[in-house]
């Protein structure tokens, strides 16, 4: 008994217990079926019963008892298939010295016991062994089934990841040449632009130059003779013929000079010339002009003709006599620059003019001629200036895509190498996952085998010793019967196992069986071992997944129109044995959803403003502003665009009824700093000058009647960069007198950036507390419009700026975009000079500049 319970003990049981159902659903059914005691008992025959147990080695190793079943089942054993030669070789003792009776069978009964005893402990231990087996052979199976959907699952993995990478790949395969062939067209075109750009800056620039020589020679006289030109235009030369049969729709105008208009027929660009054209016919109807009959159409012509190569030839030889070491001669297109070498030919402009009696001979002065000329060089600067901001824009955006899309590149080759990697990396897990899986299903075919061959012999063993036990006992029965004896013989008979519970889930542990006795023995089988320890759930502890935290998003793939970004994080502790499996390792989410090109988002209005002025109906405003600003190429209203800015009419009575009865003109009372900008270029002639100068006049009158209003007025006059000045700066003592003896007529260019530029640096001396405003009374066109728009913008940050546009020839629109908005309330425009010293103009200007008047 105790050497039952200590190999009960050693053996290995595993706690997981895996029922027939499960096996059959495996496919591993057992070809021989277990048999019950009862079973057995019903079908087997004496002679069964006696050939089992004379083929037992116990019993052959029992003389006695083979003698006394010989004696009493002779017959039987005699049909026996086995045992009858061996018993009859084996009787030492003839059947006659046997014993009889009682005394004779209690021997052969505790002997039979004995058998039965044993059989029934070899019957447990099988049981035992093949249980045990039988579990830890489930388990086996179960982790090789397993293991072959997981390495299946690795498998797919790998090959949806292989498909994939086979995709970006060729994805990848098609998207690089097509960026390739952009960045090549992307090269070419702005090989082409910039080259274009310069070209047109090289012919730009050489037309500045030409404007410049033209603008030498028609430098006018003033009380310095040192400062005319050299070749100072001759009475008449200034003279200007119109053809309406020449040129295009509104004729062409040609310049008496010969050498002027030499210089400019040798105007090149478009732009040169059409300003040229413009200029020249404003200048021409701007004065009286005298119709020509076509003789004298047609003399004037070639005295223009002639005079031309004589002209140049002329002027090249008192250049080259002034600076006989200059290496630098007068820049003209077609030219050689050297009097050493002969002219580049150019092709002559086409002449199509056919004299008529359509022409007319007009004369200007050369202060209006000068500042004509001026102008154009001014137009010509400014369109070189654009063109040259055009060029740095297009360089910097050839820079920019040449330099985004070289990365854009870059980047796809590094995203085809990381997939090719991928391809590779994930082919290779394919493979293995591919062969592990394989691996496993032969594993799991060899324990199946093993599986039923094992619980086949089980099964045949449990029942050879269940027909040990019922042979035993059927032929301890048969014996008593034999030997007329009437004996009652009860086996012990247990209950079945009842187990505790395993001291531990997993990686072994030990649990208790128990079992009672049902019916207790009497004369027969003693009762086997009621008790017993076996280990227990020997399967490894399931390990479950553990993952570190997760790492950091990647940047966006897109800025906009949504794009991917990642995450990921490495796996710490891999899943085993059935335990918790891990999550995912990688994680995206879309970011950047905004559209690329979406438009700004505005606020709500501001609130109203206060009216800008007291009285002839004035503007109140509000305005939005930005929200959320535009994206890409999404578009956002400017500042001034109707749907950001906002005005009302206010306070449109009339200002008369503001007046005292003995008055005429408004006088200002707001605090304010005030800056009067003054034009006194030529094309003002004297009596524009005088009438400017006396609504300058009335304009300090009104800002400085009212002392308590506490108004600081400066007054600068303009004319080109050498002839503007101060002729009071901000100051509360601003009298009529310092314009009437100070303000002084120049006569020169209109270069009125340069003013505003001024004007601008004044306000750095005045005060944050006070208004600030800037008048600019004008008549022409600024010599250049681009750097004048730009002052005025820059100014309008510091000041609010009032244009007092003089006669036809200021450039109302221009003057509309530089003033500050409303355009109506800071524009005032006067048809003419003999207007301008009208007490309404002064109102005007002053219920616009001054929010307070009396």
Not at 43 to 49: D, G, K, P, S
Not at 708 to 730: N, P
Request: glycine share 8%.
């Amino acid at each position: 008994m105790a050497n039952l319970r200590a190999g009960l003990l050693l053996l290995p049981f595993l706690a997981t217990w895996v029922n027939e159902a499960f096996a059959v659903e495996m496919g591993m059914t057992v070809g021989t079926r277990l048999k019950s005691k009862e079973e057995i008992m019903a079908n087997m025959t004496i002679e069964q019963a006696a050939r089992v147990v004379m083929s037992m080695q116990k019993t052959k190793d029992a003389p006695a008892l083979m003698a006394l079943l010989q004696k009493h089942l002779g017959d039987s054993i005699h049909h026996a298939q086995t045992g009858g030669a061996a018993l009859r070789g084996k009787s030492a003792a003839s059947p006659s010295a046997a014993p009889s009776g009682y005394a004779a069978l209690q021997p052969a009964t505790d002997m039979l016991n004995s058998f039965m005893a044993e059989a029934t402990m070899t019957l447990d231990l099988s049981k035992i062994q093949c249980d045990r087996f039988e579990r830890s052979q489930m388990i086996l199976l179960t982790e090789a089934q397993r293991d072959v959907a997981s390495f299946n699952g690795l498998a797919a993995e790998s090959r949806g990841c292989v498909l994939r990478s086979q995709g970006n790949i060729a994805a990848l395969d098609n998207k690089i040449p097509q960026v390739r062939e952009e960045l090549d067209d992307h090269r070419r075109d702005c090989s082409t632009q910039v080259a274009s750009l310069k070209y047109d800056l090289m012919i730009l620039n050489g037309d500045i130059t030409v404007m410049e020589k033209i603008l030498n020679l028609t430098k006018c006289a003033d009380t310095d003779s040192s400062t005319a030109a050299p070749f100072f235009l001759q009475t008449g030369m200034e003279d200007l013929l119109h053809c309406d049969g020449c040129g295009g729709k509104d004729g062409k105008i040609m310049m008496q000079h010969s050498g002027i208009q030499k210089m400019i027929n040798a105007l090149q660009s478009k732009t040169a010339r059409a300003y040229m054209h413009q200029h020249l016919m404003a200048l021409h109807r701007s004065g009286p002009a005298v119709a020509l009959t076509q003789n004298e159409a047609q003399q004037r012509l070639a005295l223009v003709e002639e005079g031309a190569a004589h002209h140049l030839h002329t002027v090249r030889a008192h250049r080259h006599a002034d600076d006989p070491d200059s290496t630098t001669a007068m820049f003209i297109p077609g030219t050689t620059g050297d009097p050493h070498l002969p002219d580049v030919p150019v092709p002559p402009e086409p002449v199509d003019c056919k004299p008529t009696n359509k022409c007319t001979l007009g004369s200007t002065s050369c202060i209006a001629l000068y500042e004509k000329f001026t102008v154009v060089k001014g137009g010509i600067v400014d369109k070189r200036d654009t063109t040259s901001d055009e060029l740095v824009d297009t360089e910097r955006y050839c820079e920019e895509t040449d330099s985004s899309l070289s990365s854009q590149l870059v980047a796809l080759g590094d995203q085809l190498r990381e997939h090719q990697t991928n391809l590779a990396t994930c082919t290779k897990n394919q493979i293995d996952s591919e062969a592990q899986s394989h691996a496993k299903g032969r594993q799991h075919a060899d324990l199946k085998a093993e599986y039923t061959e094992t619980l086949t012999k089980c099964c045949e063993e449990q029942n050879n010793e269940r027909s040990e036990i019922c042979a035993l006992e059927k032929i301890r029965g048969e014996l008593y019967k034999l030997e007329g004896v009437t004996r009652f013989i009860t086996d012990c008979e247990v209950s079945d196992w009842s187990e505790f519970e395993c001291s531990s889930t997993c990686g072994g542990g030990v649990r208790r069986k128990s079992r009672e006795v049902i019916v207790p023995p009497d004369g027969g089988m003693a009762c086997p071992p009621l008790s017993m320890e076996e280990e227990c759930n020997m399967q490894p502890c399931p390990i479950d997944c553990v993952l570190e935290a997760w790492g950091g998003w990647s940047s966006c793939s897109a800025e906009c129109g949504g794009g991917v970004r990642e995450r990921s994080r490495n796996v710490l502790v891999e899943m085993q044995h059935g335990g918790e499996a891990c999550d995912e390792t990688e994680e995206e989410e879309v970011c950047n959803g905004q559209a690329c090109d979406a438009d700004c988002v505005l606020a709500d209005w501001s609130p109203w403003s206060t009216c800008n002025q007291a009285c002839g109906g004035g503007n109140r405003g509000r305005t939005k502003s930005i929200a959320t600003p535009a994206l890409g190429s999404g578009e956002c209203p400017g500042e001034e665009d109707e749907v950001r800015m906002m005005f009302e009419p206010c306070n449109t009575f009339d200002c008369s009824t503001l007046l005292p009865p003995n008055r005429t003109k408004l006088n200002c009372a707001s605090k304010l700093d005030v800056v009067i900008v003054l034009d006194s270029s030529g094309s003002l002639g004297s009596h524009g000058w005088a009438m400017s100068k006396e609504l300058t006049v009335k304009l300090v009158e009104s800002f400085t009647a009212e002392p308590a209003a506490d108004i600081k007025v400066g007054l600068l006059v303009f004319s080109s960069t050498d002839k503007t000045e101060w002729v009071r700066h901000l100051d509360p003592g601003a009298t009529v007198e310092d314009v009437k003896n100070d303000a002084l007529w120049h006569m020169s260019t209109t270069w009125t950036a340069n003013a505003l530029a001024l004007a601008q640096g004044e306000f750095l001396h005045g005060r944050p507390d006070a208004g600030s405003i800037v008048i600019v009374i004008t008549d022409g066109k600024p010599y250049s419009n681009k750097a004048t728009e730009e002052a005025a913008k820059k100014l309008q940050n510091t000041a609010r700026v009032m244009w007092v546009p003089i006669g036809p020839g200021a450039p109302v629109d221009l003057i509309n975009e530089m003033a500050s908005k409303p355009v109506e309330d800071h524009v005032i425009r006067v048809a003419d000079f003999n207007n301008v010293a009208d007490d309404w103009v002064a109102n005007k200007i002053l219920a616009g500049a001054c929010p307070k008047v009396s």
